[in-house]
């Protein structure tokens, strides 16, 4: 209706334009009749010609605007096809055909556009087609198609009727590449799958930390670890930080310090405080995961783990470490014990037969007394030792003459091993002293060479003890049992050699293994604890055995150089020297109570004596004011010494107490800290040995006083 007004009002105005054109032709006289009919023709002439001229503009342009929009369809990125009303391809534009793979038109041009079809099942352009032929077009849509080789694309589309004369002709389409698109979801998806499963699959707690800004992101898991619901405290530095054990605080920043400067992995163990308000080992790993352009940590990304079932099965282990170190040592006691008895019996014949020698004559008392005195320090030495080997003395770093502990040990093992396994020995006592624990080092001689007597078995055979210096130059390639160099240095070297059945390479392999041996019943502290003295003293150990011609092992002890032998250490020049005051002496052996309170008295004290602990105790309450320090034996009746020492301490905490016992300083400072103990003297001990503590003792509270 529209179009008819226009083309009404159209036509009148065409006409109205023509009279007026040939009206201004004709003269103004009078018209005459003849004429009028010619001026209608003439109009109508007129009329047709400037219908003519307006079709031809109206044509020219129509030719323009149709040129511009196939140039635009040609080029434009977007894919274009066009097809009849039966879905054959009518045109396709350069975009389209790059979008499928084709090289030109002609390939698709007159073919049905069924060939995009993927499958019957997929979201396909013909699935539209229905609504197009209704004349419902499709302003945004989804399909995929087939390309020329095979391969699957994704589109975005737009699609209308084409109409002409009120009748639909054909379909036109716009289409957008989106596969790279649908790629990169389809990654991500994937990508979130497999984030998601290991989030609900993996047993550690997630967390995500922003540096600069402190913030963080802790899974569910994380949170639940320690016993928390989900996001129940904040998400950031500052409240993890709350939650660190104090005494691993320190440790751990400095940790996570490192790491963040230097952009590596970091991997530690730390207490933290659950809801319920325990500690809970974890075990927190992260990893640098974004710098900024200066090269500094703007993100870590890490776990936590729960690891306490780990450290208490660790710390059951060192437990059954400790004890079966300690079951070792007790063995090798066992495997002694012949020895020892053999030696006490010897030293106390010595005792007894030179007291009966005074007895008959009382003027060889100077000449025996020396005698006596040197097989009671025999004897002692030996209790000394029992007590190092039973873990009761104290593991102490001290300056060690290796020639003279080696050989203190040789003369024990000698009436202990087999008669059939001679040991000969090879040093000198110019070899240079170590400082190390003597107790340790005594398990490590001993272990080395009753383990080289037993693989000679039945055999007569020989073990070789040699010590050694040594020097390993820097360069020099001298390597230990797993082949890592010894650092260059100057070493003392023991080296014990036996003439025994060797080891195969199993053996040799696995003879540092823990609890590992090839004897049905164990001696010594076995190679995995040796190893590890070893080690703590900074040594080495190199190790050569062949099945069948025996073993030798190397012991490498860094020297201490320029440091006087153990004789010329202990020699000290005894001063002249006296105390004053009054001693509360505890001490419930009768004999051993005389002798310390002559010995007391001879050095200028009086002595307060008291046969157990309740009855020191009742003693000082009652001549507290006067008593200046107390001497305790710590195994004594009704009351023993700790007992005593605790209640003295309650009394007068800066009351100087010293300690005698016969049971090794380990197991007095077990149960007494040691810095509470003014002195130490082990039984048995003489004159000057009394004298030096007592001066030491006194001495050191007047400068305090």
């Known amino acids: 209706m529209v179009e008819d007004t226009y083309n009404t009002n159209g036509a009148a105005e065409l006409r109205r334009k023509a009279e007026e054109k040939v009206n201004s032709q004709q003269p103004s006289t009078g018209e005459v009749d003849a004429k009028r009919l010619q001026h209608e023709l003439q109009v109508h002439q007129v009329e047709l010609e400037m219908q003519n001229e307006e079709q031809r503009r109206t044509l020219a342009e129509l030719r323009g605007h149709k040129a511009r929009l196939e140039n635009v369809i040609k080029n434009t990125p977007a894919g274009y096809f066009h097809i009849d009303l039966e879905g054959h391809f009518l045109n396709v534009n350069k975009a389209w055909l790059l979008m499928h793979g084709y090289e030109s038109p002609d390939e698709v041009v007159g073919k049905h556009f069924s060939i995009m079809q993927v499958d019957s099942g997929s979201d396909s352009a013909l699935a539209h087609l229905a609504e197009l032929q209704r004349g419902v077009a499709i302003p945004h849509g989804e399909y995929s198609s087939r390309r020329k080789d095979g391969s699957v694309a994704h589109h975005i589309f737009s699609a209308h009727p084409v109409v002409s004369y009120e009748k639909i002709v054909g379909f036109e389409w716009f289409v957008i590449d989106i596969s790279q698109r649908r790629q990169v979801e389809e990654v991500l998806r994937e990508s979130e799958k497999r984030y998601s499963l290991i989030l609900t699959s993996v047993n550690d707690g997630l967390w995500d930390w922003h540096v600069p800004s402190g913030e963080a992101i802790f899974s569910e898991l994380y949170y639940r670890i320690l016993g928390y619901d989900y996001g129940e ?45 325990e500690w809970l080992w974890v075990c927190t790993r992260g990893n640098t995961v974004e710098k900024d352009t200066e090269g500094k940590t703007i993100r870590i990304v890490g776990t936590l783990s729960d690891i306490s079932d780990r450290k208490k099965l660790e710390e059951e282990k060192g437990i059954l470490q400790q004890q079966f170190q300690q079951a070792q040592k007790l063995e090798s006691l066992g495997v002694l014990t012949g020895g020892i008895a ?14 009966g020698l005074t007895k008959m004559d009382y003027d060889t008392a100077e000449k025996h007394i020396p005698i006596i005195e040197n097989a009671v320090e025999r004897a002692a030495a030996l209790c000394r030792q029992m007590l190092a080997y039973a873990g009761k003395a104290s593991l102490t770093e001290t300056l060690v003459v290796m020639w003279v502990l080696v050989d203190d040990v040789v003369t024990m093992l000698k009436a202990t091993i087999r008669q059939n396994v001679v040991i000969k020995t090879c040093y000198t006592s110019d070899i ?38 040594a020097v390993i130059k820097a360069g020099q390639a001298e390597n230990d049992h797993n082949g890592k160099t010894i650092p260059p240095g100057e070493y003392v070297c023991l080296e014990v050699t036996d003439s025994g059945c060797g080891m195969d390479d199993e053996t040799r392999r696995r003879i540092f293994e823990p609890f590992y041996t090839t004897k049905f019943t164990g001696r010594g502290l076995g190679m995995s604890a040796v190893l590890g003295i070893i080690k ?46 009054t001693i509360l002496l505890a001490e419930d052996e009768e004999h051993v109570a005389l002798i310390e309170k002559a010995m007391l008295e001879a050095l200028g004290f009086k002595v307060i004596g008291a046969a157990d602990g309740k009855e020191a105790l009742e003693l000082y309450k009652k001549n507290a004011a006067d008593i200046t320090l107390v001497i305790a034996d710590m195994g004594m009746p009704v009351m023993d010494g700790y007992e005593l020492f605790r209640e003295l301490k309650k009394l007068k905490p800066e009351l100087p107490i010293i300690v005698s016992s016969g049971f090794g300083d380990a197991e007095v400072t077990s149960r007494i800290p040691r810095e509470q103990i003014a002195g130490l003297v082990s039984k048995p001990y003489h004159y000057d040995q009394l004298r030096d503590v007592l001066k030491k003792v006194v001495e050191g509270y007047q400068k305090q006083a």
């Open 432 to 469: 240079p002293s170590i400082m190390g624990d003597a107790s340790q080092l005594r398990q490590i001689v001993m272990n080395l060479i009753i383990n080289a007597s037993e693989s000679i078995g039945d055999l007569q055979g020989e073990v070789c003890v040699s010590l050694s210096k």
């Open 536 to 581: 703590a003293h900074n040594g080495a150990l190199q190790l050569s055995s062949q099945s069948g011609h025996g073993t030798t092992f190397k012991v490498y002890l860094p020297a201490q150089i320029g440091t006087a032998n153990e004789e010329e250490a202990q020699q000290t020049v005894s001063a002249p020297w006296e105390g004053s005051g």
């Open 342 to 355: 053999h030696d006490f019996n010897n030293i106390l014949a010595i005792i007894m037969g030179y007291c």
């Open 233 to 277: 405290f904040p998400a950031n530095y500052a409240s993890w930080r709350m939650l660190v054990h104090p005494d691993d605080i320190e440790r751990v920043e400095q940790n996570l310090r490192q790491s963040t400067e230097s952009g590596k992995i970091f991997n530690i163990d730390l207490r933290m405080k659950t809801k319920s308000g």
